[in-house]
């Protein structure tokens, strides 16, 4: 197994201008023609290396006579002595029926599908696999009529036909110069929804949408979440379709969310499916981001592309960025941003501090499919925010325009995307390319001074990025930090800290009495803050702030050094249970307007969350303190939780940012009063009487956590409805899966016996497995390492079958870094034994050896 590296990039020797296809489907043989239109690039005699995996070659030809000559591995066909311009013409075959990683040509319940990012396409047929290799498409299907009635590609339909054996053809060329990771080829028999859209040029675009047999109402919100992307691209950043026709397809075996391929979407179908009987606020929120982020990536991923994969935060970074800017216009801009924060608290920080952190730009890469993490997309999307934060909108949107300017129909690299911001502006962005070459979590420590007698303050702040695993030497960064300065009579002002020393003084002047600092207001950079504050201040921050981020950052703060001081760790923050019940007191008297807001304030942060805060997890007292504040709430607040539970209207279920708000307060004030003595017979009623998915397992969820005695009934009850509805029913199994109980890995074995269970689906994995092992964490870290256990022996299977959903859920198991010892050494036991395997796959290799070091 050998690593590629970032600094060994070597253009292209050959371009395929043109790439002709043809697909002759057929489940064990199709077969597949290509004929490339190939140039060679500059003076040299290199020969033509052509990707290929697992393919049976039959005939190559050069220039339509046959060729003899070549060599062939199981990676590669190479070719010599190559003219400077020619046609090859490539004949193989492959077998869709029998591929279960989902990568490349697969058929799954019925239909063919392919997924070529990131380096699929070599499973298709041979072809230079990098995206600097930009061609245009020509493809034709052949497939029998009557399963196969909608045979699509990228680009427009050209041509189409009949044959007399009872198959069909279709022609679809795509007008676009495009790298082979956005080629897509769908084949099936769907329901279709169209509608279209008026671009503001007047041009009209149709918009097709393929579902499942008879599942045509729930696409409904999919095509609506599109056109609303489609407008806000126009208004924000200028940004039109430039095809006739948009495509989404949605399939029920996907290994991730969504595919931005080039006019022809491929899409799980848990982010394309929503009625309100059977998705939830977030699953309709989900939807109309994914369905935005896919959208977006026709600009930012498709028009410019990357040069090379460690670039992959050019495109995905600053399309999460976009999709996050898209999804606070539709909704609550504060709620959105507090959940982009939990993605960077509780699985970034954790990812930097495991043996897999990465830069943005990653270095290195054994696997690519390894490197789609939140890393690149999430931290990749803050530091596209800081760029924002730093040139303010009209200055980032300047930098947009020159960047399409130079680099439409391009392939190319962070540093050209960072260019094009700085020489649209008058700034220079020099230091602030650190972000994208440097791992790890910087932390800023903070302390404050205040000189009465001038009124002057004096904040000192430093900036120290602990070394990680991956690099042992960090430099100081440019790093915005928002700060707000509250005065006693509730005004405040706000500035912007351009920080660039490890060290830096900031001095103010003006104040009558010492004001209350908030800093880091919207998150303005992805960094963890070090400070002293009293109690009397969060307070103050949390109940005061104009910054509703930093309102809600502030109790996180309260809630988490309460938590942290009842363990080992201990805490330098005097946070007692007074400050826990004056919080309390201020937030529920004070008839927030914000009932989304409000939710967020009066939820703990997760476990996952807190274990990045301290030096070491301790699990049983984690686990144990979290409760004791739980309970400390509960004691105090519930007269007040059940007072305004019963305040809030059920109304017909309709997707609205105030509904949504109102539910989701709704189920946090459930999700306490459950285990209190009204809760079995509340939780039953809201079960009962709900119209709606999220109240519906909102009541589930409460009576999980609280280990209501009605949970087993309310749970078959809900299984006896869904039971033929798989998306359905992974929120069930999900809910199994991350419960608490003595025997959970005997119910996981059961789960995995549910006659809707499949260990070739995805989904069913990830709600199964995937939720014990990332959310059950009471489960997965139980003492004996019986969980580590079971995750291990299932990853071993699980590999044979879909490397790529293993490589994905194998991260909990390599992040043993803060456990104690006893854990860690039974953690690695079963790394270890992973690593065994003679034929683990690349994937797994790649995050296991690092891992154990
Ligand atoms: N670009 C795809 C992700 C491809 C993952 C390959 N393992 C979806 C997205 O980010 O939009
Ligand atoms: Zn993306």
Same mark, same amino acid.
């Given at each position: 197994v050998t690593a590629k590296r970032r600094l060994d990039y070597q253009p292209p020797a050959y371009?395929?201008?043109?790439?002709?296809?043809?697909?002759?489907?057929?489940?064990?043989?199709?077969?597949?023609?290509? &004929?490339?239109? *190939?140039?060679?690039? #500059?003076?040299?005699? =290199?020969?033509?290396? %052509?990707?290929? /995996?697992? +393919? @049976? &070659?039959?005939? *190559?030809?050069?220039? #339509?006579?046959?060729? =003899?000559?070549?060599? %062939?591995?199981? /990676?590669? +066909? @190479? &070719?010599?002595?190559?003219?400077?311009?020619?046609?090859?013409?490539?004949?193989?075959?492959?077998?869709?029926?029998?591929?279960?990683?989902?990568?490349?040509?697969?058929?799954?319940?019925?239909?063919?599908?392919?997924?070529?990012?990131?380096?699929?396409?070599?499973?298709?047929?041979?072809?230079?696999?990098?995206?600097?290799?930009?061609?245009?498409?020509?493809?034709?299907?052949?497939?029998?009529?009557?399963?196969?009635?909608?045979?699509?590609?990228?680009?427009?339909?050209i041509d189409s036909g009949d044959l007399e054996d009872g198959k069909h053809w279709v022609k679809w060329q795509d007008p676009f110069f495009k790298p082979c990771y956005l080629f897509a080829l769908v084949a099936g028999d769907f329901d279709k929804l169209t509608q279209s859209f008026t671009t503001s040029s007047g041009r009209k675009v149709a918009l097709e949408l393929y579902v499942d047999k008879g599942m045509a109402h729930r696409g409904e919100h999919a095509l609506a979440s599109l056109k609303k992307a489609m407008k806000w691209d126009e208004v924000v950043f200028d940004l039109e379709y430039d095809l006739d026709i948009y495509m989404v397809v949605a399939v029920d075996f996907?290994?991730?969310?969504?595919?931005?391929?080039?006019?022809?979407?491929?899409?799980?179908?848990?982010?394309v499916l929503a009625d309100s009987q059977t998705a939830t606020d977030e699953d309709y929120f989900n939807i109309e981001s994914v369905?935005?982020?896919?959208?977006?990536?026709?600009?930012?991923?498709?028009?410019?592309?990357?040069?090379?994969?460690?670039?992959?935060?050019?495109?995905?970074?600053?399309?999460?960025?976009?999709?996050?800017?898209?999804?606070?216009?539709?909704?609550?801009?504060?709620?959105?941003?507090?959940?982009?924060?939990?993605?960077?608290?509780?699985?970034?920080?954790?990812?930097?501090?495991?043996?897999?952190?990465?830069?943005?730009?990653?270095?290195?890469?054994?696997?690519?499919?390894?490197?789609?993490?939140?890393?690149?997309?999430?931290?990749?999307?803050?530091?596209?925010r800081m760029l924002h934060t730093l040139l303010t909108p009209a200055g980032f949107k300047r930098g947009i325009d020159l960047y399409f300017k130079r680099h439409d129909g391009q392939a190319v690299t962070c540093d050209d995307f960072v260019n094009a911001m700085q020489d649209a502006n008058s700034i220079n962005l020099d230091q602030f390319k650190v972000w994208y070459e440097q791992s790890g979590t910087p932390e800023l420590?903070?302390?404050?001074?205040?000189?009465?007698?001038?009124?002057?303050?004096?904040?000192?702040?430093?900036?120290?990025?602990?070394?990680?695993?991956?690099?042992?030497?960090?430099?100081?960064?440019?790093?915005?930090?928002?700060?707000?300065?509250?005065?006693?009579?509730?005004?405040?002002?706000?500035?912007?800290?351009?920080?660039?020393?490890?060290?830096?003084?900031?001095?103010?002047?003006?104040?009558?009495?010492?004001?209350?600092?908030?800093?880091?207001?919207?998150?303005?950079?992805?960094?963890?803050?070090?400070?002293?504050?009293?109690?009397?201040?969060?307070?103050?921050?949390?109940?005061?702030?104009?910054?509703?981020?930093?309102?809600?950052?502030?109790?996180?703060?309260?809630?988490?050094q309460f938590?942290?001081?009842?363990?080992?760790?201990?805490?330098?923050?005097?946070?007692?249970?007074?400050?826990?019940?004056?919080?309390?007191?201020?937030?529920?008297?004070?008839?927030?307007?914000?009932?989304?807001?409000?939710?967020?304030?009066?939820?703990?942060?997760?476990?996952?969350?807190?274990?990045?805060?301290?030096?070491?997890?301790?699990?049983?007292?984690?686990?144990?303190?979290?409760?004791?504040?739980?309970r400390i709430i509960i004691s105090h607040a519930q007269p007040m939780f059940e007072k305004q539970y019963h305040g809030l209207a059920f109304t017909n279920y309709d997707y609205t940012p105030s509904q949504t708000a109102t539910r989701k307060l709704r189920n946090q004030l459930l999700m306490y009063i459950a285990s209190t003595e009204q809760g079995?017979?509340?939780?039953?009623?809201?079960?009962?009487?709900?119209?709606?998915?999220?109240?519906?397992?909102?009541?589930?969820?409460?009576?999980?956590?609280?280990?209501?005695?009605?949970?087993?009934?309310?749970?078959?009850?809900f299984e006896e409805t869904w039971r033929a509805d798989p998306i359905v029913l992974d929120k069930w199994f999900a809910l199994h899966a991350s419960r608490q109980s003595e025997d959970i890995l005997s119910r996981l074995d059961l789960l995995m016996g549910h006659q809707q269970f499949n260990h070739e689906n995805p989904n069913r994995v990830r709600s199964v497995i995937g939720s014990f092992a990332f959310f059950n964490s009471t489960g997965f870290h139980a003492k004996d390492g019986s969980g580590y256990r079971y995750i291990g022996q299932y990853l071993q299977k699980l590999d044979k079958i879909n490397p790529q959903v293993a490589s994905r859920i194998v991260t909990p198991l390599t992040q043993w870094q803060k456990l104690d010892e006893e854990r860690i050494v039974k953690m690695k036991a079963e790394l270890v034994r992973l690593l065994d395997n003679k034929d683990l796959s690349n994937d797994v290799y790649e995050k296991v050896s690092k891992s154990l070091g």
């Open positions: 371009q395929i201008h043109d790439i002709e296809l043809s697909f002759n489907l057929d489940d064990e043989v199709t077969k597949v023609k290509s &004929l490339l239109h *190939v140039f060679k690039q #500059g003076d040299h005699d =290199q020969p033509l290396k %052509l990707d290929g /995996e697992n +393919l @049976t &070659l039959i005939e *190559v030809k050069l220039n #339509g006579k046959s060729l =003899q000559q070549y060599e %062939l591995t199981d /990676e590669a +066909l @190479t &070719l010599s002595n190559l003219p400077d311009e020619c046609f090859i013409e490539i004949y193989t075959e492959i077998d869709p029926a029998s591929n279960k990683t989902l990568e490349g040509l697969y058929k799954a319940s019925g239909s063919y599908c392919t997924q070529c990012e990131a380096e699929g396409f070599r499973k298709i047929t041979y072809f230079l696999d990098r995206p600097d290799v930009l061609s245009k498409y020509t493809v034709t299907i052949y497939a029998d009529k009557k399963r196969y009635p909608y045979l699509l590609s990228n680009g427009n339909k996907f290994n991730m969310g969504a595919m931005e391929n080039k006019g022809l979407n491929v899409f799980n179908s848990k982010y369905i935005a982020h896919e959208y977006f990536h026709n600009w930012t991923g498709n028009r410019v592309t990357c040069r090379d994969w460690f670039q992959l935060s050019l495109k995905e970074g600053l399309t999460v960025f976009r999709d996050q800017q898209f999804s606070a216009d539709m909704g609550s801009p504060v709620v959105n941003r507090i959940k982009n924060v939990k993605v960077i608290r509780e699985h970034q920080f954790a990812e930097d501090a495991s043996a897999m952190a990465h830069p943005i730009r990653p270095d290195e890469v054994i696997e690519m499919n390894n490197f789609y993490t939140v890393t690149v997309y999430d931290k990749g999307a803050e530091v596209i420590t903070v302390e404050q001074d205040f000189a009465a007698d001038t009124g002057t303050l004096t904040l000192t702040i430093q900036q120290h990025t602990p070394v990680t695993l991956d690099q042992s030497q960090k430099k100081p960064l440019y790093i915005p930090v928002r700060v707000e300065y509250l005065a006693n009579d509730g005004s405040s002002t706000t500035d912007i800290i351009h920080l660039t020393q490890s060290q830096q003084k900031l001095v103010r002047d003006g104040f009558d009495v010492e004001p209350t600092v908030a800093l880091l207001g919207d998150f303005s950079a992805p960094v963890k803050v070090i400070r002293t504050l009293s109690a009397e201040s969060l307070l103050t921050i949390a109940l005061h702030s104009n910054d509703g981020f930093s309102r809600w950052d502030a109790a996180q703060t309260i809630y988490s938590i942290h001081s009842l363990t080992p760790n201990g805490s330098t923050l005097a946070i007692t249970q007074e400050t826990i019940t004056a919080l309390l007191d201020g937030l529920l008297e004070s008839a927030m307007e914000d009932q989304a807001l409000l939710a967020e304030m009066i939820t703990l942060p997760s476990v996952e969350t807190l274990v990045q805060q301290v030096p070491k997890y301790y699990v049983e007292s984690l686990h144990s303190a979290r409760e004791k504040l739980e079995e017979e509340l939780v039953t009623q809201q079960f009962m009487q709900s119209d709606n998915m999220t109240d519906t397992l909102g009541a589930l969820k409460a009576a999980q956590h609280a280990k209501c005695k009605c949970f087993d009934k309310l749970m078959s009850q």
